[in-house]
């Protein structure tokens, strides 16, 4: 029997929805949420990822200003921008567009950005607050699968739960939002030795390893909830992810298509980031 296929763009829908409401009322109570975000060069998919981005900022209803810069900009002059957003009181969100070109500091941009405004959930007080379980935003990816689990109604607490990955952007955060609702958490890298062993007693796995097709059926446990955050293209052109769909979803209980799954979600949180920036804006709050 084939594995429920978790649609992400339908999901991704439906808590625009819901978040569109909250935005209506911030709105009424005279804040719109706003959202900056920096790019610097000509990468063409930073480029759409940023067109993306503005155009889901419009449908919900959020302020969006786009800063670009020239590839050869220099670090000063994106810092000074930073600065002059993070003292804007109608932007409350700044979002940097990675990857930035190799003679920038992604570390010291990131970090320059205000914490309270940190929607992406990558300064590093946000990340080092997930050991704590008291960040102020979750990175947008992992943070989007903890939503699809909760809206399919899958359990997470007592769960075994095997990352494969450990990116700062959604293997470390992962695993520590996984083990934060309850789950016994296992981190593997595409160069663990006998990594078939770890994913086949896994009930939750999450991969996201940026190779194609690496996690076959032979490495799922039957009724697993697979979760594909790779994306990959092609010779040919085509998309797919770090799962071999087609014949993991006649293993796996529920799964993530590539594209369709998890991407739709990536951007929904970021919105959603925003507009809770905002609402503690509006109600005062002091972060830090």
């Not at 900022?57 to 000063?76: L, R």
């Not at 009724?223 to 071999?244: Q, S």
């Not at 087609?246 to 799954?261: L, R, S």
Request: charged share 20%; hydrophobic share 45%.
């Amino acid at each position: 029997m084939s594995a429920h296929i978790i649609d992400g763009k339908k999901l991704a829908e439906s808590v625009r929805a819901e978040w569109k409401m909250r935005v209506e009322k911030l709105i009424q109570l005279g804040t719109k949420p706003g959202l900056a975000v920096i790019i610097v060069g000509d990468n063409a998919a930073s480029s759409l990822y940023v067109r993306n981005k503005v155009k889901a900022c419009s449908e919900v209803g959020i302020y969006s200003e786009v800063h670009s810069f020239q590839q050869n900009a220099t670090q000063a002059e994106v810092l000074d921008c930073i600065r002059a957003l993070n003292q804007n009181p109608h932007i409350h969100g700044i979002l940097v567009q990675l990857p930035l070109p190799a003679h920038f500091e992604n570390n010291r941009v990131i970090t320059s950005i205000a914490i309270e405004k940190d929607v992406d959930g990558f300064h590093l007080y946000n990340v080092g607050a997930l050991v704590t379980g008291n960040t102020i935003f979750f990175a947008c990816t992992p943070f989007g699968v903890m939503v699809m689990l909760e809206k399919n109604q899958i359990p997470i607490e007592g769960q075994h739960a095997v990352v494969i990955g450990r990116s700062n952007i959604v293997g470390k955060p992962m695993a520590f939002m996984l083990l934060d609702k309850g789950a016994t958490v296992t981190i593997c890298t595409s160069k663990t030795r006998n990594l078939a062993q770890f994913t086949r007693d896994a009930d939750i796995l999450v991969v996201a390893t940026g190779k194609p097709r690496m996690v076959t059926a032979d490495m799922v446990k039957p009724g697993a909830v697979v979760i594909d955050v790779g994306i990959n293209r092609l010779p040919d052109g085509k998309l797919c992810g770090d799962v071999d769909f087609d014949a993991v979803k006649e293993i796996a209980g529920f799964i993530t298509p590539v594209p369709g799954g998890v991407g739709p979600m990536t951007i929904t949180m970021l919105l959603c980031n925003t507009i809770l920036a905002a609402e503690r804006a509006q109600a005062g709050i002091q972060i830090g």
